[in-house]
């Protein structure tokens, strides 16, 4: 009877843990990123040890936003594909451009999880995990290109980690000198967007294929499939 009551929770508990996520943002995005958990907590309006019981302390938390923020460029990244006309450069465009403008649209809360985390000294292992669901959703997709031309994955995985990387600290850049200079999020973007180009072309290159940014997905996808 315990393990039912238990299954019955989990869902439940992930549930306000994703509330909380959204609330502890939204405070953060009002009030800025120096914020104290019982600050988070009074804007939120929720009681300090509910937040302390699914959150630890702030590198915690500035972690689970971090998630969900990966979270939400993967969403994008995973459904570029199946967009009516989608070519593989709109589908990089996409992701690149989805993150840039969530680290514009809400600087503080991008700066609250990179003064956090970093403060707290969060391990390579963790740092690299949190790259690994858009990661591995770029290179399934740079695989069925790469298959679809004849090559196999020589370097796929390495350059969609690459790219991942690239993308943040892209963000991060924007947030700390890009906002503040002549640069603009449009500008930014192209940049970001031929970087990207460029490595995604050198995942082709060690395949000994040509990347066609321009051609519909679904035919890769359709190619990769019969071959």
């Known amino acids: 009877m315990a393990d039912g009551r238990t299954k019955r ?3 439940h508990r992930a549930e306000v843990r994703s509330q909380l996520i959204e609330s502890a943002m939204h405070a953060i995005d009002v009030l800025g990123p120096q914020v104290s958990m019982r600050e988070i907590a009074d804007q939120a309006k929720i009681p300090k040890a509910r937040l302390y019981r699914f959150f630890t302390d702030k590198p915690e938390l500035a972690s689970a936003i971090s998630d969900r923020i990966q979270e ?6 995973a459904s570029g594909p199946t967009e009516e006309g989608a070519t593989l450069g709109r589908f990089l465009r996409s992701g690149i451009t989805r993150y840039l403008e969530l680290a514009n649209d809400h600087p503080n809360i991008f700066r609250f999880m990179i003064l956090t985390i970093s403060e707290a000294g969060e391990s390579a292992d963790l740092r690299l995990e949190r790259k690994s669901e858009p990661a591995r959703d770029i290179a399934s997709v740079l ?3 790469i298959v679809a031309h004849g090559g ?3 370097d796929v995985e390495l350059v969609a980690y690459m790219l991942v990387g690239s993308i943040i600290n892209a963000g991060n850049w924007w947030l700390m000198r890009g906002r503040a200079s002549n640069a603009t999020l449009a500008g930014t973007v192209d940049k970001v967007d031929s970087n990207v180009r460029a490595l995604v072309q ?3 290159n060690a395949n000994n294929v040509h990347i066609d940014f321009d051609a519909p997905i679904a035919e890769y996808f359709s ?3 019969s071959s």
């Open 152 to 154: 196999t994955d020589n």
């Open 9 to 11: 929770w989990v869902p």
């Open 143 to 145: 695989r069925a290109v």
């Open 202 to 204: 050198s995942a082709a």
């Open 223 to 225: 190619a990769a499939a």
């Open 72 to 77: 939400m460029v993967a969403e994008r990244i």
